[in-house]
């Protein structure tokens, strides 16, 4: 490996790359740590400190490095963007010029893309203003730390200026992954989600050695173990195999190659514990909107902290559910079938047509049961850690499936490049 780091190094384009990447990455770094105007920041230290003591910042932090408690120009992280693209993909199934332009190409794309890019805009400025009405509130740290004083000056233009501050840092970051993309190695946003949560990692796992380190010890156990079984499972297919029936042309001979489509275990990736986790968030706001006697003693009781057994379980459900939904809109066996049977393919055994719809359709249910309990496990995992220790365990749930998805991807780009310039690649055969 380290063979091929140095390898990657030694070629003027792929260096160029690499360092165009860490040098973006930079520049978010930096933007997560510059204050937004109108904040005071002596208030806001103090904060911070009670807030670590209680654990709460843990929570607040896993899309935006640190950013979000920090009140930072970049505290909305990428999640804007995440929510827009999400809301496009579902809005492609029931609005049919969506799923024409995602099929016509770079052209759709482009569109798809352009509109997407509004949609964060829009969304920024939403999650902008209701973060400005939490800190006012006194809610943004769960509303067990007073905030008084946190805005000397609540006027409106200083409330505008802060909301448009947080957008165009929003937007500035979407520019930024659109940048590596481009120009450097790998998907520019799930890079910056990438560094985000590195950027906190160690200061929990401090946090953990200063309590105890026994207990330092055995999560660093857990999460290399836990590291090892997600790379396995992400890793994992079924591979259904295809046979492409020979045509003649002419004088040539097309077809007659074998190959073959791979449905992975976690076909949904994290999105499924995404959904969940904002789901839940619901219940508390929809009691700080009603307010409400008994819905907010009810929300208080039993979904007000992550480690009570009602809220485990619920988020459990809601992430098999997910898992399903959104596997059955990202991959449609109808479509699928039917490009085979357009293009001369087949899997062998089955007719083309329905009833290769209705078997791709049955193995991906069945694959599906142990990538839906794969991510519920992931998800939970935290909660009961938290309900049974009392301890944030940084490794769990969307942290551990980003952080190892980004690295595998990554290392599977640079590996290509390497291959394609006839140096080993990160994994010998």
């Known amino acids: 490996m380290f063979r ?6 030694k070629i003027p384009d792929l260096r160029g790359k690499i360092l165009f990447t860490l040098a973006i990455i930079a520049v978010y770094r930096l933007g997560s740590v510059i204050p937004i105007p109108g904040v005071d920041y002596q208030v806001l230290d103090g904060i911070l400190q009670q807030a670590e003591a209680s654990g709460v910042a843990a929570l607040l932090n896993l899309f935006s490095g640190g950013a979000l408690t920090q009140l930072a120009v970049f505290a909305l992280g990428i999640m804007p963007y995440i929510t827009a693209s999400i809301i496009m993909q579902l809005l492609a199934v029931v609005i049919p010029k969506l799923e024409e332009w995602q099929k016509e190409g770079a052209t759709g794309t482009a569109r798809i893309t352009q509109i997407t890019r509004y949609v964060t805009v829009v969304l920024a400025i939403l999650q ?13 740290f769960g509303g067990t730390i007073p905030t008084a004083g946190l805005i000397p000056d609540d ?7 802060m909301v448009l501050t947080l957008t165009a840092g929003t937007a500035f970051i979407m520019w930024l992954g659109e940048l590596i993309t481009q120009r450097g190695i790998g998907n520019g946003m799930s890079l910056i989600i990438y560094a985000a949560i590195l950027a906190a990692l160690p200061g929990q ?18 999460g290399l173990i836990l590291i090892v079984g997600v790379v396995y499972v992400e890793q994992g297919q079924r591979r259904i195999p295809v046979q492409y029936a020979k045509r003649q042309v002419g004088r040539r001979q097309y077809g007659g190659q074998q190959t073959y489509i791979p449905l992975k275990v976690n076909q949904s990736g994290v999105i499924p514990i995404i959904f969940a986790s904002s789901l ?11 307010n409400n006697d008994g819905l ?12 009570h057994p009602v809220y485990i379980a619920t988020y459990l459900a809601l992430t098999i559910f997910f898992a399903y939904f959104y596997t059955a ?7 699928v079938a039917d490009n085979m049977k357009k293009y001369g393919g087949f899997i062998p055994g089955i007719r083309p047509g329905r009833p290769t719809a209705e078997y791709l359709d049955r193995v991906l249910t069945r694959i599906t049961l142990p990538g839906s309990l794969y991510l519920g496990a992931l998800a939970i995992l935290p909660l009961v850690v938290l309900a049974l220790g009392n301890v944030q365990f940084p490794l769990g749930g969307a942290t551990l499936l980003i952080v190892v998805g980004v690295g595998l991807e990554t290392m599977k780009q640079l590996e290509s490049q390497l291959m394609q310039r006839h140096y080993e690649g990160f994994i010998r055969g």
Do not use: H, K, W
């Not at 796992?205 to 010890?217: D, K, M, W």
């Open 329 to 335: 809109i990202t991959f449609n066996p109808i479509d």
């Open 128 to 140: 902008s203003t209701g973060l400005i009405v939490l800190i006012e509130s006194g809610q943004l």
């Open 280 to 290: 839940l968030y619901l219940p508390q706001l929809s009691a700080s909107i009603v």
């Open 155 to 161: 006027s409106v233009p200083i409330r505008a200026l």
């Open 205 to 222: 796992f401090s946090a953990i050695y200063q309590q105890n380190t026994v207990l330092f010890a055995v999560f660093v156990l857990v």
């Open 296 to 307: 907010t003693n009810f929300v208080n009781r039993y979904f007000a902290t992550g480690g």
């Open 4 to 9: 091929a780091f140095a390898n990657a190094f």
